[in-house]
């Protein structure tokens, strides 16, 4: 019976010493790809009736480097990200987390830098990029209201700009 276990043991301690060094191994750039991603958790947070989720001022943002993993040993292995937070420091929950590559920290960390200058210069600056296409937004015209009180509006195609 002793034969058996051994065996069996030594094939588990192996399989295991191979899984940890699997996932404990450096990440490598194939996986990285952009390294961003975000994260909105809404559940614990208020929605009006539009549909707008409610932050209480009591939230902070952080902004943290992250870690890809830990070594053998337990040691961090670095990882080229940065990470933004908007949390409840009453609740200990986070709401908002964005993961970012390092180029899209700085293109934000310039932007931010750019806009903040220019509003110190001028109070009244005021920059609204544009978020959307035009032309995905539909054109109509107001026809009248139809026996069930539905507003009729009749869709034009869209015209080549």
């Not at 009736?49 to 040993?73: H, M, N, Y």
């Not at 609740?91 to 590559?101: C, E, G």
């Not at 054109?139 to 209201?145: A, C, D, L, R, S």
Request: include cysteine.
């Amino acid at each position: 019976m002793t034969s058996f276990h051994r065996p069996v043991v030594i094939a588990f301690v192996a399989f295991c010493g191979v899984l940890t060094l699997v996932f404990a191994a450096q990440p490598i750039e194939k996986n990285l790809g952009s390294g961003n991603s975000y994260h909105l958790f809404t559940k614990a947070l208020h929605v009006n009736d539009s549909g707008v989720v409610e932050i209480p001022s009591r939230f902070k943002w952080s902004v943290e480097t992250c870690v890809a993993g830990f070594d053998l040993q337990g040691n961090p292995i670095a990882d080229s990200r940065v990470m933004l937070r908007l949390y409840d420091p009453n609740k200990n929950f986070t709401a908002i987390s964005a993961q970012m590559d390092l180029e899209t920290a700085e293109k934000l960390q310039r932007e931010l830098a750019d806009i903040i200058a220019k509003k110190r210069q001028n109070p009244s600056y005021q920059y609204r990029p544009q978020l959307y296409d035009p032309s995905l937004i539909p054109i109509g015209e107001v026809k009248g209201v139809d026996k069930n009180g539905q507003l009729l509006i009749e869709l034009h195609p869209k015209t080549a700009k």
